[in-house]
């Protein structure tokens, strides 16, 4: 079983419009959360972290965090299509970034 | 802006030749990292050094060697290169302290081993 789980896509959303990205994981004690973008051909880019249950906002994405859950969500208002990405996933039950788990990521589509 | 630095964007060598991948930073971090990227198989990680001179190994660390000389320097070498290390390589920084993620990202090296 995979330890971090995204669906892999391709998610389509209209311009404008709020993406929705979810992530799952498995291992409770997992305390830092990650996000990041990756376009076709370049390295993933860091949007966003979150530690806390709840929301965390930062321009037009939103994280949302439900550790009784064990999911995590990237909120995109707006939709541009220049969000147009894949998005990773990133979760870490330790104190050492080196035990950072990834997931395979979403791929987004933002249709104009 | 420059904050990830990789020697070269691709690469093309052949079966068996010893291979040298660079890798340089210039926010001060004492974490870098090295992955590999594959279709399907996502990032995985196959070294880590959390200071000059000091490694771990990753998940995926069979074939590779690294050196870390300097805070800013993290080589990756492939001693003997083999068709099943093409791929995208990354490296990677981010401070010892929190969030405890990888912060930066260079821009990759296209491996192709023929």
């Known amino acids: 079983q995979k330890e971090v789980e995204q669906n892999s896509g391709p998610l389509s959303v209209p311009e404008g419009a709020i993406a929705s990205l979810n992530c799952t994981y498995s291992?409770?004690?997992?305390?830092?959360f990650f996000w990041y973008r990756q376009y076709s051909g370049k390295s993933p880019e860091l949007i966003m972290f979150?530690?806390?249950?709840g929301d965390k906002e930062d321009g037009r994405f939103t994280a949302q965090l439900n550790k009784a859950s064990q999911y995590v969500s990237l909120l995109i208002r707006d939709s541009q299509p220049s969000d147009s990405a894949t998005y990773l996933c990133?979760?870490?039950?330790?104190?050492?970034?080196?035990?950072?788990?990834f997931g395979s990521g979403t791929r987004l589509s933002i249709r104009p | 802006d420059v904050k990830v630095t990789q020697s070269s964007r691709y690469l093309v060598k052949r079966t068996g030749e010893k291979v040298f991948l660079e890798c340089v930073q210039d926010?001060?971090?004492?974490?870098m990292f090295w992955y590999r990227q594959d279709p399907g198989l996502g990032l995985r990680l196959i070294y880590f050094?959390?200071?000059?001179?000091?490694?771990e190994k990753g998940d995926i660390p069979e074939g590779y060697s690294v050196s870390r000389e300097k805070k800013e320097r993290f080589s990756l070498i492939l001693e003997s290169a083999s068709t099943n290390q093409t791929s995208m390589y990354l490296c990677?920084?981010?401070?010892?302290?929190?969030?405890?993620?990888?912060?930066?990202f260079g821009p990759g090296t296209r491996l192709t081993v023929t």
């Open positions: 979150i530690y806390s249950n």
């Open positions: 050094s959390y200071d000059v001179k000091m490694k």
């Open positions: 990677a920084s981010s401070p010892e302290t929190g969030p405890f993620g990888v912060e930066y």
């Open positions: 926010m001060d971090h004492e974490n």
């Open positions: 990133a979760v870490n039950a330790y104190s050492s970034a080196s035990k950072i788990i």
């Open positions: 291992d409770r004690g997992s305390q830092s």
